[in-house]
């Protein structure tokens, strides 16, 4: 079993996922960032500066922080909102980059040898001797 398990930690895609799960850590930090930082002082200047945490519902002696709920839930889709942008800006460059690696590919594809032109020649030949 010790074999099996230092197998399965050796494989690459067990070593990318945690590179993958390092990285999101990181990343989740820039954009609460953003969120926190940049994007909501600026709705906060457009809707007057609005704070709704401190909204509570008090039912049967209990309390609930639907104003906590509520910017939980602004916050989701503004993080959404900046994860989306950020996804799509990425898709086109990884497509702008796969269609610069295609025509370099397509440069570099080789003209034929002297004796494939030969070859060929003489194929052509043959088909046009048969009809």
Known sequence: MWNEFKAFIAKGNVFDMAIGVV???AFTAIVNSLVKDIITPGIGIILGNIDLSGYKVQLLGATFGIGNFVNAIISFLI??????FVVKSLAAVEKS???KDAE?????VTPPTKEELLLTEIRDLLKEQKQ
């Open 79 to 84: 993080i959404s909102l900046v994860l989306f």
């Open 23 to 25: 990285m999101g850590s």
């Open 104 to 108: 370099e590919a397509i440069e570099k």
């Open 97 to 99: 980059l796969a269609k």
